[in-house]
């Protein structure tokens, strides 16, 4: 069983799901289908925490020297 506190370690980056209206608006920006995204399946601990179902997308904000990385992922 996962731990709240590995959930909120500051090496687990950031996760939160993408608005189901604002998808289609990013997938027009990015220029991508939803599957030519990676993949993250539905049991994941943080797509659990999100209340995450298949076909959902998942943003994933990293935190580098450099700044912020932002990160998508395609639940399965």
Known sequence: MTS???LESFLV????L???NK???LLE???LRKDNFPKMKDTD???KTLGAE?????EITRKEET???TYYRLVV
Not at 13 to 16: G, L, M, N, R, S
């Open 54 to 58: 298949k076909g959902d997308l998942v």
């Open 13 to 16: 980056p950031a996760h939160k």
């Open 29 to 31: 920006t990015l220029k």
């Open 23 to 25: 998808v289609d608006v």
């Open 45 to 47: 601990p943080q797509a």
């Open 18 to 20: 993408v608005p189901k």
């Open 4 to 6: 709240k506190v590995q």
């Open 67 to 69: 700044g912020e990385s």
